[in-house]
Each structure stands twice: as C-alpha cells, then as structure tokens.
C-alpha cells in the first residue's frame, strides 16, 4: 500500500468522526424497522408509563421505582401522549444515546480499531437493544458516565463526579448499587486522603453535594413517602418472586404463578409470606442456600447469553425462553475464553511494560469496573444470572476481551500491517449486517393491536372502578389506555373459570364489575368466549367494533345498559342520521357502533327511512355506504325502494360515498340488496352493509 494511502487510512481510523458516524449506523441498521415490527412493550414498561405520565402531566414520580428513568420517559411524552410513539421512541433514543457513549469509554481504554470492535459487539447484540424493558438498557448509561468521567478527566475530580454520579445511580436509578458507591467512594476517598491530595475534600464534596440536591428534588415531587415502607415491600417481593420462580425450574412440587401466588410457596418455606433476605436465610438456610446454588448453575447459560444472544443449555436464565444453539454458544465461548487467557497471560508477563505504557493511566476505571463486578456478582447469587440485569457487567467483560485481544495483536506484526483496512473492514460490517427486526416482520404484535383496538374507548376505562376483560394482556391495557391505576385489569381465563350453571356470563361480568370485554382471537377460538360474543345482547352487552379479516377475528364489546356510564358516553355520540341530517331512520337497522374516527349501523336488508326535505322538488340523497362480509366479496347492488317501486339501483365496492336524487313525493323508502346472505364468523347477524352517514342536501 502506497505510503500516502496507508497515512490517510490510518488517519479515518483514528479519527473520532468516522468512529462514531459508522457506529451509529451500524446501530441504526441493526435496529431499523423498530417502529414498524415490534409490538408495544408489556410487563413493568407498561407500569412505568403511569408514572412518566403523572410527570408530564403534574411533575410527580415514585422515587423508589427508578425516578431518573421515569422523568425520561415522561419526558418523551411532550413529543406524543400515544403510549406506542412514546414507548418505541424512549428506547430508540436509549439505544441510539448508549451506542455513542459505549463507543467513547472503550476508545479511551482501547486502542481505536479494538475499541470499535468491542462497540460494534455490544450494538449488534439483541439483548443490548431488544431487551424486554427499557429501563434494563438505560440503566447502563450512568455506568458509562461513571467510567467516562474517571477517564477523561483523571485524578481527583474525575473520581469526585464519578463518586456523585454513582450516588445518584444508587437513589434514583438501581438500588443495588450501593455496595458499588460505598466501594469505589471508599478506596478512592482513602487513596486521595492518604496520598495527601491539595483540596481532596471539596473535590468529593462538591459533586456529592450536587448530587444529594438532585436527589432532593426527586424526592420533593415523589408520591410514594415515606419511602422506607416501600422499600421494604419492593424488596421483600422481589425476594418472594425470585425464589419462586427458581424453585419451579428446579422442583415439580408447586404449580403457582411466582408473580402472583408466591406467598404461598414462601409461607410453606419459610414460615412467613414476603420474608426479607436475612429473614429467609435465618429461617431456612438450606433453602436459600439452595435457591443460591441454583442461580450459580445457570450462570453459564446467563453469560453466553449476554456475549452471544444464545446459550448452551436448556434451562433459561432469565424468565422467558432464550435461543439455545449449542454449537454456537460453544465455539464463541471457547473463542472468547482462549483470546481472554492467552491475553491475560501476556499482560502478566509484560505487565511492566503495560502498567507504564497503557494501565496506569486507566487504573481507576479498572478499579471501578470491579466494583461494579461486586454488585453483579450479588445479583447473579440472590437473584439469578438474567442478562438484562448484568447488561453493565456484559459491556465490562468486552471491555476485558478487548484488552486482552489488544495484548494479543501487539505480539503479530500482520496485526498491526493490517489497521489501515480496518475502516474498510468496519464499512462492510454495516453491509453485511442484517437489520434484526425485518426477521420479524410477520409476527404478531398483540399488546398493540389490542391498545389500538380499544383506544376510542379508553374513557369508558378511566372511570374509578371500571374493569377491563382480556386474555393476558389486560393489565397493560388498563396501564396504557387509562394512564392511571382508575381501570381493573380482568383475565378472560379467570373469568371463564367461574362460569357455572347458575352463574353465566352476566353474574360475572357483573360480579367483577366489567366495563369493556375485548375479544380478541383467542377468546375468538375458545367455546365459550365465541358464545358470549355471538349471544352478547342476551347478556346485556352490545358490540361497539370488531373485525373478521384474514383469520384475525376480534371484538370489543361494551355494557347496553342506560345505567352504565360507559352507555351514556355512547348516547352521546351523533347518528349516522344526525338532527339536521332531513332523515329518520326506521326499522331494520343495527344498533349505532363506533371506529375510530366515526361511527356506523349495520343492515341486514330492507333498512326503512323517511326522508323530510328541505325545499321542494326531487331529494339529493347522500350516503356514505359499505359492503358488509354477507355478500362473500360479491359487488354490492341496492335498490331504492319505495311502495314497492324501484326508485333506483346503486351499486358500490368497498367504501364509498354516493350522491342521487328521488322523487320529491317519495319520502318513504327501503334499502334492499340481493345478497347470499352468508353467515358471519363470531356474529349472529347477517351483515350485508353498513352506513356512516346519510343526509339530504
């Protein structure tokens, strides 16, 4: 390579520019088609989304459920209140923000083709930007903050922000931090003190101070004081969770939910419902012991999973099921492990030259990484080796990797001969790299679906008491739509459940005071959710909107009656046929439902309306019109009818607005269509049209 070619290549690589241009698009090609493929975030983002909601409306957050993350995520929401735009962009904007910074701590600890590797690792891996809560992945950036401000500004003050930094991670952000802040702010308060440092203690103080008032303020706008009480029940719960969960992976004995029936298992235990960590491992040691052994086995599996988005085993470390690709996970790890000792073993033999010639400089991020290994490794024992918890130790464990493959190549001069086609090298990474979600483009997405399907009604649900029945989805439904805790999350299953023969439908919806009942297709599929569907008006439920399209049955149904609040809000919505509209509608049409955007009536045949016209001569008639599923696709035709007579014949495919006149002296007329009247999926009615409006002009 001609010597000017290899200078300028040398130069790109070095240049920050284009690291961290083509680290974002790597990132950004990874995660494309993040808004159009993946479904709305269940489980805690959906609880969290109360909270950033109540800061964005009055400023208020719970400070002992991650205050720092919930005022970003109420943030976000100044740009849309839609629970999806606001829940996609906050973790786009997380990913897109934590590719930049991993990439700015591992080149001032790497060299920068190394450095750009280890990024590029952490921003292709799943678990890094499609971990199931978003407040997993942002847990990482004030990590990275704490080891950026000890690296770009070494010494004292570095240490003294990143003290500050950490106090704030442990309050507002993960509570298990504190062993991390108590560690790192110790040896490096004692190294400053007896190294007799000028002006050591303002230099802690100061940051501290800052940070102690920012917690302040979270704490002047929290809803949950005191806050020792919640501490307690969230520890105490987690602890009744994580053991239940581990115990049922492990023994056949108990069938309960570990999220909702734990009390049970903890009770028969160790004697209490929620005991607390040292409570449990002084009532039954063993137990717990046990419940440590445990997690231990699955670290393995935990670790590959976190490097390599797969896992040896069968048995997933996290809660929900993870890839396993043995032969993979095996060749990574055995790669990774080989480049790790071999590089190990160089640095301690070299590690003079290594201390004077790259370490000292860097020590104290070392030093803090390993407090933070501290704090993982107590995750990994009590709680269990769930990547998404350790996804700060998976960015630590690159960063070892890292330096390890960067003593390797130092002792390969082709290594080194070959850094001026890194730029090349990194240019055909994005190439090559498939973006992750197009794989999924045709997977269901059923958290949205239902929150789009129930939206225009989501006021029947903000109701103090209200209940929401729904098959699995129910309580991030109620989260999302209401933005409060006012809607009762109903399981269609447990429902089901308590159907007897004196006890139908009615007496338990009624019992557990159901407002809304969406059925979507898995309700669809079972036996007795079609009949409550199909037979919904004997019950005293009406159907406000469904849909039976390529297989994708659902409905949304509501109470009929007038003595329901929800009823009232539909009364209160215009006909197809408003006042000033020259029609009244008579026999043959369904009852008024809603869409979003409008509303409409169902026709089986022959729908009867008078006409009242506004000035003499022949009538205009409009009328926004719809083929229903009972004509099987065939073309609709409808004559105008009146005394028998045929008015008029008109004919409409699909959606359509039409516009014709009749005889002044015919104010009497029937809408009649020649149909095959086939029967409707789910639905008792035959459906050969419907009408969103008609009016005379």
């Known amino acids: 390579m001609r010597k000017w070619l290899r200078d300028f290549a040398l130069g790109v690589l070095r240049h920050p520019g284009f690291a961290y241009a083509t680290i974002l698009l790597l990132q950004l090609k990874v995660i494309w088609g993040l808004w159009r493929f993946r479904d709305l975030t269940s489980g805690d983002t959906s609880s969290y989304f109360i909270t950033a909601y109540d800061w964005y409306r009055n400023g208020h957050l719970l400070i002992t459920w991650s205050p720092l993350y919930t005022s970003f995520y109420g943030a976000i929401l100044y740009l849309s209140t839609d629970a999806y735009v606001a829940t996609i962009a906050h973790r786009l904007i997380t990913v897109l923000v934590l590719s930049v910074l991993v990439l700015a701590f591992m080149r001032k600890l790497l060299p920068p083709a190394i450095a750009w590797l280890m990024a590029a690792w952490w921003v292709v891996l799943p678990i890094d930007f499609d971990a199931m809560y978003e407040v997993h992945i942002f847990t990482v950036i004030p990590i990275v903050l704490v080891l950026l401000a000890i690296l770009y500004k070494p010494g004292p003050i570095g240490r003294g922000w990143a003290v500050a930094i950490l106090i704030v991670t442990t309050f507002l952000m993960r509570n298990e931090f504190l062993l991390t802040t108590l560690l790192f702010a110790t040896t490096a308060i004692c190294w400053d003190a007896r190294r007799k440092v000028v002006n050591w203690r303002p230099v802690y103080a100061v940051p501290a101070a800052a940070a102690c008032l920012l917690i302040f303020f979270y704490y002047v706008r929290s809803n949950d004081r005191p806050i020792s009480g919640m501490l307690q029940r969230k520890h105490t719960l987690n602890i009744c969770q994580t053991y239940a969960f581990g115990y049922q992976q ?21 004697g209490v419902p929620e005991p607390t960590l040292s409570q449990a491992l002084f009532k039954n040691p063993q137990a717990m012991l046990g419940h440590f052994w445990w997690n231990l086995k699955l670290l393995p599996d935990g670790l590959e999973v976190l490097l390599f988005n797969c896992m040896f085993g069968s048995i997933t470390p996290d809660y929900i099921p993870q890839p396993i690709h043995p032969a993979w996970a095996a060749l990574a790890g055995l790669i990774t492990l080989s480049i790790t000792t071999v590089g190990l073993v160089m640095l ?48 630590i464990l690159r960063a070892i990797v890292g330096m390890c493959l960067f003593a390797i190549v130092r002792r390969i001069p082709q290594f080194v001969r070959a850094a001026p086609a890194a730029p090349a090298g990194f240019l055909l990474v994005i190439v090559l790299t498939p973006p992750y979600y197009f794989r999924h483009a045709n997977a269901p997405r059923p958290l949205l679906d239902g929150y789009r399907r129930l939206e225009p009604f989501e006021q029947r649900l903000r109701n103090p008491g209200s209940g929401l029945v729904a098959t699995g989805w129910a309580p991030d439904l109620c989260n999302y739509l209401t933005k409060s805790r006012a809607c009762q999350p109903l399981d269609f299953r447990d429902m089901r459940r308590e159907l007897t023969d004196q006890a139908g439908w009615d007496k338990v919806l009624d019992k557990h005071r159901a407002t809304l009942f969406y059925a979507d297709a898995t309700v669809m599929a079972d036996a007795q959710g079609r009949e409550f569907v199909a037979d919904a008006a004997s019950y005293g439920w009406r159907v406000l909107g469904f849909e039976d399209e390529s297989g994708a049955s659902w409905s949304v149904l509501g109470r009929s009656s007038p003595d329901s609040i929800s009823t009232r809000a539909v009364l209160q919505i215009p006909d197809i046929a408003g006042p000033d509209s020259g029609v009244t509608l008579g026999q043959g049409w369904y009852d008024l439902e809603t869409f979003p955007g409008g509303y409409f009536r169902w026709v089986d045949n022959d729908a009867q309306l008078t006409l009242r016209p506004h000035k003499p001569g022949p009538i205009s008639i409009l009328l926004d019109i719809e083929a229903g599923p009972s004509l099987k696709g065939a073309l609709l035709s409808m004559q105008v009818l009146s005394d028998g007579q045929n008015l008029r014949t008109i004919t409409a495919r699909g959606r359509q607005t039409l516009r014709f006149e009749v005889p002044e002296s015919r104010v009497a007329l029937r809408l009649h269509v020649d149909s095959v009247n086939a029967p409707v999926p789910h639905d008792q009615r035959i459906l050969n049209f419907r009408v969103f409006r008609i009016a005379t002009f």
């Open 250 to 270: 492990r023994t056949s004995d108990w069938k309960g939910s570990p999220w909702t029936e734990c009390q049970q298992l903890m009770t028969r235990v160790y």
């Open 348 to 395: 301690w033999r070299d590690r003079r030259y290594w201390w004077e010639f790259w370490l000292s400089d860097r020590v104290w991020a070392w030093i803090a990484m390993g407090c933070v290994i501290v704090v993982a490794g107590a995750v990994i024992i009590t709680q269990r080796p769930r990547p998404s918890y350790l996804l700060s130790l998976g960015l």
